[in-house]
């Protein structure tokens, strides 16, 4: 399939605090984005009927797996955006809709960003940052889930048949184009780079928010060996884009 993008500036006139809080690339099409190669490649795909709102989140019932670890019946909490997240606000649903989600295991950011302690390590979260939900009723699910196709319907069944060729990864994404901000692992420690026309803001910080390196950086692959194992926001500025992303040490 060919490759598409966009920014998430094209929903600022659905939220228009987002444009200012959050900068990232993905996808105009939802398979696409549950692409495995993606950066933000979700790790279930589900038909969950939102429950309660909690905090800046939700709790919600899963109706279907498709994809992932998830069971039906099972109750998960979905975190959204504080304000400050490349997330969807949560309370863009209302409280029993079912609809379609690719999620992701949270990042943990919102605890930093937003100065909680909510997230847990088994949560789940919703990015902005592609195509990562889609409308149900009545038995059918109906989005943007292909390029240049506008919005298809189908059936859960059809979903069903066409997301295993989504999760087959056959959409050739050329993700350097996608997103500037790239992290490769080799023997458990990360390497950071970037796609940067002038020198950018670099911060990471640890689980507990603490800064552990703050410098100006070009993009030239960066070796981050020394920090102790964990997990960190790695957090990028340059004038008003903002990237931030989950980086695991391990040894």
């Given at each position: 399939m060919p490759r598409s993008t966009r920014t998430a500036f094209a929903l600022s006139a659905l939220l228009p605090t987002m444009a200012f809080a959050c900068s990232c690339f993905g996808p105009d099409n939802f398979c696409a984005s549950v692409d495995p190669g993606a950066y933000f490649a979700p790790d279930a795909v589900v038909l969950a009927v939102k429950q309660v709102d909690v905090a800046y989140g939700m709790h919600v019932k899963i109706v279907r797996s498709f994809s992932g670890p998830l069971d039906a019946d099972d109750v998960i909490t979905v975190w959204g955006d504080c304000g400050a997240l490349c997330r969807w606000y949560t309370a863009a649903w209302s409280v029993g809709d079912t609809v379609l989600f690719a999620l992701q295991e949270t990042d943990l950011v919102g605890n930093t960003i937003c100065g909680t302690s909510y997230?847990?390590?088994?949560?789940?979260m919703i990015s902005i940052c592609g195509v990562y939900w889609l409308g149900y009723s009545n038995g059918m699910i109906s989005g943007h889930l292909f390029p240049g196709q506008g919005t298809t319907t189908l059936t859960t069944a059809q979903f069903a048949v066409e997301l295993a060729g989504c999760l087959a990864?056959?959409?050739?994404?050329d993700e350097a184009a996608i997103d500037p901000l790239r992290i490769t692992y080799r023997d458990g420690l990360p390497t950071l780079?970037?796609?940067?026309?002038?020198?950018?803001?670099l911060t990471i910080r640890d689980a507990s928010g603490r800064s552990t390196l703050e410098r100006s950086w070009d993009g030239a692959?960066?070796?981050v060996a020394d920090l102790a194992p964990g997990i960190y926001l790695v957090e990028v500025r340059g004038g008003r884009e903002r990237i931030a992303r989950k980086v695991v040490v391990g040894r």
């Open positions: 997230e847990q390590p088994q949560d789940y990864g056959t959409t050739g994404i780079r970037m796609s940067a026309t002038s020198p950018v803001a692959p960066l070796d």
